[in-house]
């Protein structure tokens, strides 16, 4: 096929030339073939693959008795509340002063991140390891997933050692989310343990 | 004469440099492709700056759209079938003929309540993503995620879990499947989401 077109195109060169160029092939077509292919690979594949974060949730024994778990100082917890509007309510647990310091923040360095680093800071001041360091995250109903992933991310690049996602809240959670007009998980749902992922 | 012959010529243009590099891309999105799965849902997962990949084999695969609509999968063949049969015992369906089996071994992801599995498969493949999918039940009256999860792991044993949900997934959604899943016993399993650099993120 090829021989004839080029033979058809030079024609007036005589037969003698047309021969000298019949090794030549016309790859015309096929490259049209191989970028018709192509396109077909470029629009079918997934570029970048997804990723996976690990969490270990704590096992549940319903005949395990919560007063057989160590009970954490107060002094050595952040609690993180993820509420609606991608809003976070984060305070410091007293043992023996009812009042409490809520900060209400957003996802951003400036935010959480650096409220984590003050309170790793001061943990590392008052117990000499930031390690010691016990975050508890609790997400509220109308919090997005993302929240919860954000959070959990947030432990990572922080490198909090210690945290665990808890659905169930004390007085001072409850206050927190009547003042800020979330709700509260329907009753069923929220029976869990309190026990630290191991990271 | 010769002079007036070559600008003649010279429209054809040499391809197969241009053919050589087709080929070569060609070749590499052929080696590195790994073919988008079916999709019943659109889910948006969120970013992390988790770097674990997610494995290749034996994942059962859980995902949870905005709504809170729940649609389950595994992700081998051989694991489907048993699983086809394991559901017919469990919900005492009516057997399946071989077609209907052969349909569900290519079913990457369902959503609906089990008891609809012969008419789903009885439906024509190119009628099927018009097939209602609302989601597996998963209420405390009617769980079904919970049977899936237990006959799933009995037929591969290996099973690991990734739950896929959407950025804008209620937390209570998620929860309840996770509630599932540990009533299962299951208290280890992935979060799926999407890469992000870690470096420009870190301080």
């Known amino acids: 096929m090829a021989e004839m077109i080029v033979a058809d195109k030079g024609g007036k060169g005589g037969k003698k030339r047309a021969?000298?160029?019949?090794?030549?092939?016309?790859?015309?077509?096929?490259?049209?073939?191989?970028?018709?292919?192509?396109?077909?690979?470029?629009?079918?594949?997934?570029?970048?693959?997804?990723?996976?974060?690990?969490?270990?949730?704590?096992?549940?024994?319903?005949?395990?008795?919560?007063?057989?778990?160590?009970?954490?100082k107060q002094s050595k917890t952040y609690n993180i509340m993820m509420g609606k509007n991608d809003m976070l309510y984060c305070y410091v647990g007293s043992d023996d002063d009812p009042n409490v310091k809520v900060d209400s923040t957003f996802f951003s360095r400036s935010g959480l991140r650096s409220l984590i680093k003050d309170r790793q800071r001061a943990v590392a001041q008052k117990w000499g390891n930031q390690d010691e360091l016990f975050i508890l995250i609790k997400p509220l109903p109308d919090s997005k997933f993302r929240n919860m992933v954000d959070v959990l991310d947030e432990m990572a690049i922080t490198g909090v050692k210690r945290y665990a996602i808890i659905d169930d809240f004390n007085e001072i959670d409850e206050l927190i989310i009547k003042q800020s007009g979330n709700r509260k998980p329907d009753a069923i749902k929220t029976a869990n343990v309190v026990v630290p992922s191991s990271k | 004469m010769p002079k007036v012959k070559i600008p003649r010529k010279s429209t054809?243009?040499?391809?197969?440099?241009?053919?050589?590099?087709?080929?070569?891309?060609?070749?590499?999105?052929?080696?590195?492709?790994?073919?988008?799965?079916?999709?019943?849902?659109?889910?948006?997962?969120?970013?992390?700056?988790?770097?674990?990949?997610?494995?290749?084999?034996?994942?059962?695969?859980?995902?949870?759209?905005?709504?809170?609509?729940?649609?389950?999968?595994?992700?081998?063949?051989?694991?489907?079938?048993?699983?086809?049969?394991?559901?017919?015992?469990?919900?005492?369906?009516?057997?399946?003929?071989?077609?209907?089996?052969?349909?569900?071994?290519?079913?990457?992801?369902?959503?609906?309540?089990?008891e609809q599995m012969g008419q789903f498969l009885g439906t024509k493949p190119e009628e099927r993503s018009k097939f209602p999918q609302p989601g597996i039940p998963i209420s405390e009256e009617k769980n079904q995620l919970i049977d899936l999860i237990l006959l799933a792991r009995q037929a591969n044993p290996e099973l690991r879990i990734a739950i896929k949900a959407d950025k804008l997934t209620s937390y209570e959604d998620v929860n309840a499947v996770i509630q599932t899943l540990q009533k299962q016993k299951v208290n280890k399993f992935n979060l799926i989401t999407t890469g992000r650099s870690a470096s420009s993120d870190k301080e």
Do not use: H, W
Not at chain 1, 32 to 54: C, R, V, W
Not at chain 2, 45 to 67: E, G, H, R
Not at chain 2, 95 to 103: I, M
């Open chain 1, 19 to 72: 021969k000298k160029q019949s090794t030549r092939v016309d790859l015309t077509a096929m490259v049209d073939m191989a970028f018709l292919l192509l396109t077909f690979f470029i629009l079918a594949t997934t570029f970048n693959k997804p990723k996976a974060m690990e969490v270990n949730k704590p096992a549940k024994d319903e005949n395990e008795k919560k007063e057989d778990l160590p009970a954490i």
């Open chain 2, 12 to 114: 054809a243009v040499d391809m197969t440099a241009m053919c050589d590099v087709a080929f070569l891309l060609l070749t590499f999105f052929i080696l590195t492709t790994r073919f988008r799965p079916q999709e019943i849902a659109q889910i948006n997962i969120p970013a992390s700056t988790a770097q674990i990949p997610v494995p290749d084999k034996n994942i059962m695969s859980i995902q949870i759209d905005p709504k809170g609509n729940v649609y389950f999968g595994v992700d081998d063949q051989f694991t489907r079938e048993k699983l086809l049969f394991a559901i017919k015992e469990r919900f005492n369906l009516p057997a399946f003929n071989e077609k209907q089996v052969k349909e569900f071994k290519l079913v990457e992801i369902f959503g609906f309540p089990l």
